[in-house]
C-alpha cells in the first residue's frame, strides 16, 4: 500500500486528472493499491501500516510557516519515525521529513523551476540509477521549488547533490527517504508548468529554464525519476536498499 499524503490542491495544474503519484508508481508497480489522505484537512493517517509507505507530497506553502496543519504535520512525522513507519517525501515533504526530524530548511536564492542534474554521492543511490543511459555519476529530475535543506536530521546521509542545492536527496536510515525532485512530473507535465505565471520567476530564468528541456527525453517521465520512485517502493521491503 501506498499511502500519499496530499499537502496542496493543485487541481489543473497537471495535463491528466488522474494525479501525476498514482500515475507513476502504477506505471512501476501495476496493481500497487493507494489510500490518499488531504494533510491541508486534517486527514492524516492513524496507526503505522507495517506494509505500507507513507509518501509525503509538495506544496505551495513552506515547512517552516506555522500554519496549524503544517505543525501537525511534522508532530506526525516524529511520531510515524517514532513508530517505525516507512516514510517518503517529494519537495515540501522531503523537506517536512528533514524539518520535523532535526534537519533545517531555508529559503533558496531563487527559483528553480525546470529541469536539473545533481552529483550522486552515495553508493545506494548509485545503484538505483544505474543503467539509465544517463551521464555516470549524475542523476536528472525535474524540479519547482523555492526553499531547500540546508541541514541534514542526525544520523542522515546525502544522496544526491549540487552546486544550487546541497542536499538533493536523502536517506535516514532504511526507512525514510526525500528527493527536491519531482518523479512524478512528465516532461509534458513540466512544459505545462513552465508555461504557468510565478511571482518573482524572471523572463530570463524561464527562458534558461525552457532551454534546459531542450535536451534528454522529450516525453514521458523522466529515468531517473522512475528509478527514484523505485527506491520509495522498496522502503517496504525490509533491510532493503
Known amino acids: 500500500m501506498l499511502h500519499i499524503i496530499i499537502c496542496d490542491d493543485f487541481s489543473g495544474w497537471f495535463p491528466s486528472p488522474e ?5 507513476l508508481f502504477s506505471k512501476i508497480a501495476p496493481g500497487i493499491e ?29 515547512v517552516y510557516e506555522k500554519d496549524p496543519w503544517i505543525l501537525d504535520l ?21 523537506q517536512a521529513l528533514c524539518e520535523a526530524l532535526g534537519g533545517r530548511v531555508l529559503r533558496a536564492p531563487e527559483w528553480w523551476v525546470g529541469r536539473r542534474s545533481s552529483r550522486v554521492v552515495s553508493e545506494r543511490l548509485s545503484r538505483a540509477v544505474a543503467g539509465n543511459g544517463a551521464e555516470s555519476g ?3 529530475l525535474h524540479y519547482h521549488h523555492h526553499d531547500q535543506v540546508v541541514q541534514l536530521p542526525p544520523g542522515a546521509e546525502v544522496l544526491a547533490a549540487s552546486d544550487f542545492c546541497p542536499v538533493e536527496a536523502f536517506a ?21 508548468l513552465l508555461a504557468q505565471p510565478l511571482e518573482d520567476f524572471s523572463p530570463e530564468q524561464r527562458r534558461r529554464a525552457a532551454a534546459g528541456m531542450d535536451s534528454g527525453p522529450q516525453a514521458g517521465f523522466l529515468p531517473d525519476g522512475l528509478a527514484a520512485a523505485g527506491m520509495i517502493l522498496r522502503l517496504r521491503e525490509p533491510g532493503a536498499r
Open 74 to 94: 511534522l508532530a506526525w512525522i516524529r511520531f510515524s519515525h517514532g513508530q517505525g513507519a516507512r516514510l517518503a517525501g517529494i519537495c515540501f515533504g522531503h
Open 19 to 23: 494525479h501525476p503519484y498514482v500515475t
Open 172 to 192: 535516514l536510515g532504511e526507512r525514510v527517504i526525500g528527493f527536491q525532485g519531482h518523479p512524478e512530473f512528465s516532461v509534458e507535465t513540466m512544459r505545462l
Open 34 to 62: 493507494f489510500a490518499v489522505h488531504d494533510a491541508v484537512r486534517g486527514e492524516l493517517p492513524g496507526t503505522a501500516d507495517p506494509d505500507g509507505v507513507y509518501l509525503i507530497g509538495g506544496s505551495r506553502k513552506s
Open 138 to 140: 549524475r542523476v536528472t
